[in-house]
């Protein structure tokens, strides 16, 4: 079975963000990660090669430094790697490049993160299926497979959906599918060797019909911090003060 | 004449209050303009009280799909029909809630028609004309303002980001449209399980009782279910708690969890993490309480207090009892 993974570079969680100006984020010193909704479309693209054996091929569409966070890919078991690379990360850009690329592969099942945790977008695998016309089973739990079938739990509004597809079709998972592994000694080596190949973009059609901005959020005011020690006292003036909020 | 569309969600009857918030929203601002509201409702049942409240909202047009079809969300069913409401209407913004289904089917619209689609608004500002959206991005760390151009764009909206409206009575024209026939068959919707417990879904709750490591174990959370019984709240929990295998991942607020933005966050024994403060600090009052003093989350909290949990916990469930009561 030959799996596709789409795999987003991210600041790390803990970074402090800062802007150079209300256009552009400063990125000096940032660390960088495997968006972890990706992590854990990695491991389920291991596990489903271990089962079925195959292929796991990285995928990914962001600046060309971003080849050592896709090693980390590769050192947890990934075959190998092809980073498209583009100065444009917009949702429609990525779903194009990945489209134009991916329809020259034979493939089975693309996986990816339903959501990644910096442009909280949620649209690459909705565009990208829709430009590939293949099925896309989004934020899902569980992967099973029977006969030809692949069989997903989606997670709905306090509901599991159980929904059956065909390949070639995309599954787009959320958290709980899986406990990603950590990558192996044997495997950091052997990731050095593998192939990484850089696809350079040629799309420079400037799409920006929007006009986008940041802001940093305003600094809260302190909050009041009420002594616990005893607790009918402080509960009192907790409930007082949601009741003057207007909260209660 | 300028169209929006919303698209809504109704449960037993009512709509969803996302849904009915969207609507607010718009409504007090077309009020204003000459923009057209059209309410799209889909199910194999639409009650008919149904129509009475989205005509509260000043909607314009209501067009419904009333057919089997469309009972259980299929998006294989659901686009072909949709779209072409959309393309004999010609909106100038489609509205969904940033719920399971909106946030599904929204980017598929918008790749079918090419379009833009701006996810998990949290503010929407309008001059003259203009809209500009507001949305969190990098786990709320940052703000992100989008401006469009008139040209059609899909929106999800994040529940809870509009207060109440009032209404504003209109007459609308209603009208059923016939589901496209289907040739797609390649997303079948073999079950849905429902989950056993009327459990409140975390992201559409008001008020949130979330518990972290400090709750110590798994037991422990019938304190946090308690205070949440007495105040309609949803539990959730910190990403620890859920690691721990306290609560299952489905309660879990978080960078890797849910997103939530309700009235009233309680968070129990919880240090506030980056990771975990990603997914509730715009929630409008932030209530903290734990032991430790240096705890981060007493930084977004409105009110802290620094106590045991496990002895003002049980206080503040009774104390509100009482209240309640009255």
Known sequence: ?248 | MDKILVIVEHKNGLLKKVSQQILGFISDFCRQSEKKILVLIYGEKIAERLFEEVASWGADEIITIENQCFANYNPAIFIPTIADVIKKNSPQLVFFGNTAVGRDLSPRLAQYFNSYMISDVIDIKIEKDKFCFTRPVYGGKLFEEVETNGELVFVTVRPNSFGNSVNYHKNPHIYNIEPKAITNFSYMVSDILRKESEEKSLSEAEIIVSGGKGLKSAENFVLLEELARVLGAAVGASRSAVDAGWRPYSSQVGQTGKTVKPKLYIACGISGAMQHLAGMSTSQVIVAINKDPEAPIFKVADYGIIGDLFEIVPVLTEELKKIFKD
């Open chain 1, 1 to 248: 079975m030959k799996i596709l993974v789409l795999v987003k570079e991210t600041f790390d969680t803990e970074t402090k963000i800062v802007l150079e100006n209300s256009k552009k984020i400063n990125n000096e010193g940032i660390k960088y990660i495997i968006n972890p909704y990706d992590e854990f479309a990695i491991e389920e693209a291991l596990r489903i090669r271990e089962k079925f054996g195959g292929e796991v091929v990285i995928y990914s569409v962001g600046r060309r430094e971003s080849e050592v966070t896709l090693r980390n890919g590769l050192a947890l078991g990934a075959d190998k790697a092809k980073l498209i690379v583009s100065e444009k990360i917009d949702s429609i850009t990525v779903s194009k490049l990945l489209a134009e690329n991916i329809t020259k592969e034979e493939f089975e099942i693309i996986l990816s993160g339903w959501i990644a945790i910096d442009d909280n977008n949620a649209q690459v695998p909705a565009r990208l299926s829709q430009l590939l016309d293949i099925p896309l089973v989004n934020v899902v739990t569980k992967i099973d497979f029977s006969d030809d079938k692949i069989i997903c739990h989606r997670e709905g509004d306090n509901t599991v959906e159980i929904i059956k597809v065909s390949p070639p079709a995309m599954i787009a998972v959320q958290r709980g599918i899986n406990e990603p592994r950590y990558p192996t000694v044997k495997n950091i080596l052997q990731a050095k060797k593998k192939q990484i190949d850089l696809i350079i973009s040629e799309n420079n059609e400037d799409i920006n019909r929007i006009n986008i901005t940041y802001q940093l959020p305003e600094v809260k005011k302190a909050g009041l911090i009420i002594d616990g020690s005893k607790p009918e006292k402080a509960v009192n003036i907790l409930i007082q003060k949601l009741k003057e909020a207007k909260v209660l």
